[in-house]
C-alpha cells in the first residue's frame, strides 16, 4: 500500500491511499490518521481512487478513523470511483455511514 | 490470458457435452502470515481466471471473500500460537469454484459472535471488525464454516454462468 503526503483543500485534509487495504496495508493507514488527527487534522479525506482491494480488515480501519475524527468533531470523507471498491462498502452498508463521493473536488466541496 | 477477447454463447455448463478440459485442483499450504493472504488471493483469482463461465466481477468477488477466510485462519494460528500450516484448495470444477480454507485454530463460536449495530447508528463506530463474515456470506454463492476446537474448516462456492468466455478466432 501507499500512501501520498497530505496536501489541504480549504478544511480538508486529502490523503491519496493506493494498492491494497488489507490486513497488511490497513494498519499503515491507521497509524497514518492517528498521527493526522494527533496534529491536529481532524477533517480528512482519503481518496481510494489507486486502491485496487479493500476488505473487511481495510473497512475496519476506516471506520476506526471516522470515530477518531467525530470524537474530535471533524469528520472523514471518502473518495471511491469504481464500483468494485464500492461494492464492498455497500455489502457491508457502510455506504450509510460514509459519504461517498467520486472525485476529491466533490468531496471538499459539498 | 488463458481467454480471447470476447463473449460467445455457448452451452450449459451443467449439460453432459459440455467440455471441462479447464478443470483442476489448486493446493496451498502457507505459514499463517499476514504477508501470505496477498498470495492466497493470487493464485485462487488466477486459478478462477481459467475458468470459462465465472465472470470477471464475481472474481473480483472471489478475491474479497477468500482474504477474509484466509485472514481469519492467519490470525486464528497467530492467537493460539501453532505453528501449523494452512490448507487452502482451489478447487476448478466443471460449472462451480470451490474453495476450501482449512486451519488448525482454536476455532470460534459462530453464535456468540456479536451483532453489528444498525448503519444509522452512531454506535456503529464502536466496531471495526466484525464484517468479513457478512462479507464471505453475501460474496459467495454457497458459504459453509464448521469451527471446531482443533481448526475451523471454511468452504466457499462461487457458480458459473451460462455464458461461455470463449475464445474469438480471427
Redesign the interface.
Known amino acids: 500500500m501507499h500512501l501520498t503526503q497530505a496536501f489541504r483543500e480549504g478544511p480538508w485534509w486529502v490523503t491519496a491511499v493506493a494498492g491494497e487495504l488489507d490486513v497488511v496495508g490497513g494498519p499503515e493507514l491507521r497509524q497514518h490518521v492517528m498521527a493526522q488527527v494527533n496534529q491536529g487534522s481532524h477533517r480528512l479525506v482519503l481518496d481510494l481512487s489507486g486502491v485496487d482491494f479493500i476488505d473487511s480488515f481495510g473497512l475496519g480501519v476506516i471506520v476506526g478513523a471516522l470515530k477518531r475524527t467525530r470524537l474530535l468533531d471533524g469528520d472523514l470523507r471518502i473518495v471511491v470511483p469504481g464500483p468494485r471498491i464500492r461494492r464492498v462498502f455497500e455489502v457491508c452498508d457502510l455506504d450509510r455511514v460514509f459519504e461517498l463521493h467520486r472525485t476529491v473536488q466533490e468531496a471538499v466541496s459539498v | 490470458m488463458a481467454h480471447g477477447q470476447g463473449l460467445s454463447e455457448a452451452s450449459d455448463p451443467t449439460s453432459s457435452d459440455s467440455d471441462s478440459t479447464y478443470t483442476g485442483e489448486v493446493v496451498l499450504a502457507i505459514p499463517a502470515l499476514?504477508?501470505y493472504?496477498?498470495l492466497v488471493?493470487l493464485v485462487v483469482s488466477s486459478a478462477a481466471q481459467i475458468h470459462p463461465y465465472i465472470e470477471p466481477?464475481r472474481i473480483?468477488d472471489l478475491?474479497?471473500a477468500v482474504?477474509?477466510a484466509t485472514?481469519n485462519a492467519?490470525?486464528s494460528h497467530e492467537s493460539s500460537g501453532t505453528t501449523a500450516q494452512i490448507r487452502v484448495i482451489c478447487n476448478v470444477a466443471e460449472d462451480h469454484i470451490e474453495v476450501i480454507i482449512q486451519d488448525h485454530g482454536e476455532g470460534f463460536d459462530l453464535d456468540a459472535l456479536p451483532v453489528l449495530p444498525d448503519?444509522?447508528s452512531p454506535d456503529?463506530?464502536?466496531?471495526?471488525?466484525?464484517?468479513?463474515l457478512?462479507?464471505m456470506r453475501?460474496?459467495a454463492d454457497e458459504t459453509e464454516i464448521f469451527p471446531s476446537s482443533s481448526g475451523t474448516y471454511v468452504r466457499l462456492v462461487f457458480h458459473g454462468t451460462k455464458r461461455h468466455r470463449a475464445v474469438v478466432s480471427g
Open positions: 499476514t504477508e493472504v496477498s488471493r466481477e473480483e478475491r474479497v482474504s477474509e485472514t492467519v490470525r448503519p444509522d456503529r463506530l464502536l466496531h471495526e471488525s466484525g464484517m468479513g457478512r462479507l453475501m460474496l
